[in-house]
């Protein structure tokens, strides 16, 4: 019986202990490792299998693919580090008030993931990107009429918008890829779908 017990006793540790040590990285991510003495390193992992020290070090997986930021009326605000939002309200150059919906397209730069890590957290959704959208679309639609966006000049509403954000978000370690808005709407529409 006390045999027995040492070998399971003995099967968890090394389970533990194997586990500890290796870090495996998938494809389109990268790891950052959390050193209890040096703190977040500088490097991250690429793709592949990697070693650690266990108990010591601890990484944390961060996707690098493009990032789908899709603001929509299907979106479930109850998740707050879920990549998305729920429609803007913005105003209009010409006082009308409007929801916007639509998807930006985002990555990390694998060289600041680091330093997204050690200064601002995992939550940098919630912290960093979704002010930062709601802020930006409220004040590039306050420089159009809202026939404009609607009509002709939706490409330079949505380039403009992109240049907003890269502005804030490349030196935090974030690319915008592309905007691409899909519904303008009044405000008012918005009310009559949460009424239903």
């Known amino acids: 019986m006390a045999d027995s017990l040492d070998k399971l006793m003995y099967s968890f540790v090394m389970e533990d202990v194997l586990k500890g040590i290796f870090i495996y990285v998938p494809p389109g991510y990268v790891a950052c490792v959390y050193d209890l003495g040096r703190g977040v390193l500088k490097k991250v992992l690429t ?52 929801g916007v919906e639509g998807t930006i397209l985002l990555r990390l730069d694998i060289h ?12 940098f959704v919630e912290k960093i990107i979704r002010p930062t959208v709601r802020s930006r679309i409220r004040m590039v639609m306050s420089r159009f009429d809202k026939a404009d966006i609607i009509g002709q000049k939706r490409d330079a509403v949505e380039t403009e918008l992109k240049n907003e954000l890269e502005r804030i978000f490349y030196s935090r370690g974030i690319y915008v890829e592309n905007v691409l808005l899909s519904e303008i709407a009044d405000v008012s529409e918005y009310k009559k779908i949460a009424d239903k």
């Open 47 to 98: 793709p592949g299998l990697h070693l650690k020290i266990p108990f010591w070090q601890k990484a944390k997986l961060f996707n690098t693919q493009t990032l789908e930021y899709s603001i929509s009326r299907e979106f479930n605000g109850d998740n707050k580090k879920a990549m998305g939002d729920i429609p803007t309200a913005a105003v209009t150059q010409d006082d009308k008030r409007v």
């Open 112 to 123: 600041q993931i680091p330093a997204i890590w050690q200064t601002v957290g995992e939550d």
